[in-house]
């Protein structure tokens, strides 16, 4: 009996699982690009970069880790990452030689949720189980636990976080109790503010938008106190985009009053208010 032959055909194709997104210009070309952070249960995530314009792309797969909701832009010049799952690294990626620096481990930390860049020019992420608020400073490449976010001990996850107020660093915490609170970059300590419950929904460096039970509240980006005024609403920062079908999304700012996002498998940008104008697709994996 002749038996049949088998040859590999290589890895199989898996569908993109995209945490977390940032928007960059390219040293390389001098191009905007936008930047996701793909996820991938039980192998290694990457970084995808496409251009919206040409809906060319590159994929850089991590140094260690499944993928990472944390994801900064460092002036153009360098990518800051960081993973969850496991284990929570902080990787650095150079994008005018495209190499990886020496991976940073958080101790005791198995997640790393969103960064962000604040106005000392350092990279911020809070973290999980630890509710910290770990500090990257690019000069020295090194970590820094600044320490643990709540007061509560029984809170473990300090998400998101926040560096467009000048002089601090913003982030939520739970999920005990809830609640948001400064880090202040002069001193070095933590303050709450806002009511018990409050949760930051956006910040930018004049307005910080708070939401409990659906009600929202509004702060003054360097006082952190009750914002007064009618100017809210002219403040909000366009943060997601309704898509024809009824779905909203997160998006990205672009050039050109352009906006970038997600959807599923497709990486669209819009322009107008319009979901039509151009779609870029990227449904088929790598």
């Known amino acids: 009996m002749k038996h ?7 890895q199989p194709c898996r569908n993109f699982n995209i945490l977390a997104s940032a928007v960059v210009t ?23 970069l496409i251009d919206p314009l040409t809906g060319e792309g590159e994929s850089l797969e991590l140094p260690v880790g499944a993928g990472a909701w944390g994801l900064a832009n460092l002036g153009d010049e360098k990518l800051v990452v960081g993973t969850c799952v496991g284990q929570a690294y902080l990787h650095v990626l150079d994008l005018r030689t ?35 608020l770990i500090k990257y400073d690019p000069d020295s490449h090194t970590l820094t636990n600044l320490g643990k976010v709540s007061g509560n001990a029984a809170n473990q996850y300090s998400r998101p976080v926040w560096g467009e107020a000048p002089g601090y660093i913003l982030a939520n915490y739970g999920f005990d109790t809830t609640g ?17 419950g409050e949760q930051i929904r956006w910040a930018t460096d004049r307005l910080v938008c708070a939401e409990k039970d659906g009600a929202l509240s509004y702060y003054n980006a360097a006082t ?12 909000t920062p366009r943060t997601s985009v309704a898509l024809s079908n009824g779905q909203r999304i997160p998006v990205r700012r672009l050039v050109g009053n352009r906006l970038a996002g997600v959807r599923a498998r497709t990486t ?9 104008l151009i779609r870029t697709s990227r449904s088929r994996p790598n």
């Not at 049949?4 to 290589?10: D, E, M, V």
């Not at 390219?26 to 995808?48: C, F, H």
């Not at 669209?268 to 039509?276: C, I, L």
Request: hydrophobic share 35%; charged share 20%; with cysteine.
């Open 268 to 276: 669209s940008s819009f322009r107008n208010r319009t979901d039509r």
């Open 224 to 235: 952190l106190l009750p914002f007064a005024g009618d100017l809210a609403k002219e403040l």
């Open 26 to 48: 390219d040293p390389l070309d001098n191009r905007e690009k936008l930047v996701l952070s793909n996820y991938a249960m039980g192998a290694t995530g990457s970084l995808i």
């Open 4 to 10: 049949p032959s088998y040859s590999s055909l290589g």
């Open 98 to 132: 495209r190499r990886w620096a020496q991976a940073l481990a958080a101790e005791g930390e198995f997640y790393f949720w969103q960064l962000t860049v604040g106005s000392d020019g350092n990279v911020y992420g809070g973290t999980y189980p630890g509710c910290s």
């Open 180 to 196: 948001m609170t400064a880090y202040d970059l002069k001193d070095g300590t933590f303050r709450s503010f806002g009511e018990p």
